[in-house]
């Protein structure tokens, strides 16, 4: 049996540091220095292993050249940790607030902050890359972000980089690793002035789960780490968020194994078998698990540094795209960002009686409620916006009634993408996208819109979609040229069902009109 869609109307109008460095063959993300303590430290004793964040244990200057302060207007309020030159890790909460970019440096070789001392270097921020999983709804998994430098660190004594670890190289539970930072000394108490450390060990992944299982509110997550003391009294707290968790290589080098993220208070203890209050009990310290985010942060780094440069301008500007099918990619390579402050405007003519059909294989262009940031927009050739998209989910393929249509891109003075990969393609009324019956976004004044392979039969097991928008105060009138639909009482077998009022809040970061 076969189904005609038939003709369409749309009537418009807190802490730490220890583990192994073995070289790895790319040298573009690992600095020949990095680890290396001009200022070395004493490995930990049986003194120090009972000093804490909280309470209080003082580094000397220099000891880890590598931590950084994130401040804000000049105040600290971060951590994060050197691992290039023009690279800094941190934690992805750090840098939620949209705003902050202009407002954000960075000082390495900082130890008082009351102070400038001798070697302190500040730069400021070009962008910041938050981990595309990292949901600040769920702001403990995924919490990493890489900041770029705008210039780049002179290494010395005070500024060096940690190792990132190498691939596979994971840190067992029981050892013992350091976190630091300028957080608060006990739970909501005062923020120290001069760097402090605490060694902490590291707990096995069914501990850490167990612990954070036993919370009001219990916490799960790809990517986290725990490490602490059962009764605790040892953590990392306010204020050393971002900051770098390393351990000690058998070799002597500092390796990042981890970002400080969250933990329930301060160096509270969270034995289950204390019978204390939920709103008491605390959590290990957690941590973002370098190990398990290592690609991500290679494959950016990566791709910046082999670049000349980490963004790209339009590949095409006020360009008529040729032909009536073709690829149209944004930047260049995928691999690249687009400037900030971006206008690319891009217009297609196909055949007179023609539809257009595009198709997008990547998408990765800010995201925001209302695309109101950055954005790429579909308009007709009378300046009617017909859709606008952003995000990182691929949209829909869009079919457009019409033989022409402009796209336009723009990005504000923040934050950054790869980009988009689209196809484009005229079609005849007569040939539509049917075969595959994929879900499929309708942007038409008026046209034509048949089930897949009419007017031969459709296939069993089909399930089709088509997604047809009209500007608000405006209706939309279906008129069936063919229909024929096998036979049930009711329409329990084939059916074709009409939806109104479908809610664009589910098609995320995209809007049709």
Known sequence: MRVALGKLQLLLTGIVCIPEFRAVPSALLKDPKCGQQVQETKLWSYLNLFARIVGGNQVKQGSHPWQVSLKRRQKHFCGGTIVSAQWVVTAAHCLLDRDLLQYLSVTAGEHDLRIRENGEQTLPVKYVIKHPNFDPRRPMDYDIALVKLDGAFNFSSSVLPACLPDPGEKFEAGYICTACGWGRLNENGVLPQVLHEVNLPILNSKECSRALSTLKKPIRGDTIMCAGFPDGGKDACQGDSGGPLLCRSRHGAWTLAGVISWGMGCARGWRSNEKKKHHNRGSPGIFTDLSAVLSWVQENMGADLKMKSSTAFCSIQDGKLPDSEGELHFPGSPKQFYQNRQLCVWTLFVPEGNYILLRFSRFDIEPETFCDYDSLSVYSTDNRLLGKFCGEDIPLPILIGSNSIRLKFV?????????????????TPDILPDSGCESLAV???????????????????????WIICAPEDHVIKLTYQSFEVEESEDCSYDAVTVYEDLNLADLPYQHLF
């Not at 003075?413 to 990969?421: A, C, E, I, L, V």
Request: one cysteine or more.
């Open 411 to 427: 990005s504000d003075n923040k934050d950054y993408g790869t980009g988009f990969s689209m196809t484009y393609k005229a079609l």
């Open 443 to 465: 942007l038409f004044e008026e046209g034509v819109l048949q089930s897949m392979h009419y007017p031969e039969h459709y296939s069993n097991m089909a399930d089709c979609q």
